[in-house]
């Protein structure tokens, strides 16, 4: 089930984030998100989070945006590949009728994942943080004819 994050989810959605990122982009070193973790963690309270708990009420993974933005999608790993993930960004779709996002040239696998719900690469950039390669993708809702 998808809902709002609420602050009782802040030590749980850090721990999705780091082991998720750590996970998704193993060619950054894991110490870069161990570093980003603190500052992170003082910013979801500010940022419209959505997450998803199982049936025992545990919260297994989380979007967050910024307007129609995502700053990401993170999924607990031993529970990826089982629609926490779609289910999250259905939600971010439903609230959006255009959303944008980045992810790295080097997550394949997320890369693959926003291609399969219709996200499209607009450009490629440069994370000045990480020095990675990154494409800017666009997802935009259907019109009637």
Same mark, same amino acid.
């Given at each position: 089930?998808? #809902?709002?994050? !609420? ?14 990122? /750590? ?11 161990? @570093? !980003? ?19 025992? @009420? ?5 979007? *967050? ?13 031993? /529970?990826?590949?089982? *629609? ?12 959006? @009728? ?19 719900? *219709? ?22 809702? #259907? #019109? *009637?004819?």
């Amino acid at each position: 089930m998808v #809902r709002e994050f !609420q602050i009782t989810d802040l030590e749980r959605v850090a721990e999705i984030w780091l082991a998720a990122n /750590v996970r998704a982009h193993d060619f950054i070193p894991g110490r870069y998100w161990e @570093g !980003q973790l603190e500052t992170v963690r003082t910013l979801f309270p500010q940022a419209e989070l959505y997450v998803w708990q199982d049936g025992d @009420g545990a919260v297994q993974g989380f979007v *967050g945006l910024s307007g129609e933005h995502i700053e990401g999608i993170f999924v607990w790993p031993p /529970v990826q590949s089982r *629609g926490v993930g779609k289910a999250l960004l259905d939600r971010a779709k439903a609230a959006h @009728g255009r959303l944008t996002l980045n992810v790295y040239r080097n997550n394949d696998r997320a890369a693959a994942f926003y291609r399969r719900e *219709g996200f499209q690469i607009r450009g490629e950039s440069v994370d000045e943080s990480t020095g990675e390669a990154e494409c800017r993708m666009v997802w935009e809702r #259907r #019109r *009637g004819c």
